[in-house]
């Protein structure tokens, strides 16, 4: 069984970071694109930030030049590094993740259980 745990939300100031991680446990034979959306309340999950395998990233439009995705492909990990933090960031963020399990031919998608991120002052 493969499984996503989110960790690292928490209550933050304007201007203050966070830093988001997402473990993936499991056997796991291959991770590909990883990502991490967020849903605010009354609103759709949204795409914030999407990475790889090889590295190449792309990011909404809202939070380029704030966050930065990363992964480490050995530990089977991922992060989410947010700074300048603005109340409009505040909601729940999820990873979400496409991976190869052992023993299939094919990838899935798997969604982690989210974290809860607050900004206010």
């Known amino acids: 069984q493969v499984q996503l745990v989110e960790s690292g939300g928490g209550l933050v100031q304007p201007g203050g970071s966070l830093r988001l991680s997402c473990a993936a446990s499991g056997v796991i034979v291959r991770i590909n694109a990883m990502g991490w959306y967020r849903q605010a309340p009354g609103k759709q999950r949204e795409l914030v930030a999407t990475i790889t395998n090889g590295g190449s990233t792309n990011y909404a439009d809202s939070v380029k030049g704030r966050f930065t995705i990363s992964r480490d492909n050995a530990k089977n990990m991922g992060y989410l590094q947010m700074n300048s933090l603005k109340p409009e960031d505040t909601a729940v963020y999820y990873c979400?993740?496409?991976?190869?399990?052992?023993?299939?031919?094919?990838?899935?998608?798997?969604w982690g259980q989210g974290t809860q991120v607050t900004v206010s002052s």
């Open positions: 979400n993740a496409d991976i190869r399990r052992y023993g299939s031919t094919q990838s899935w998608s798997y």
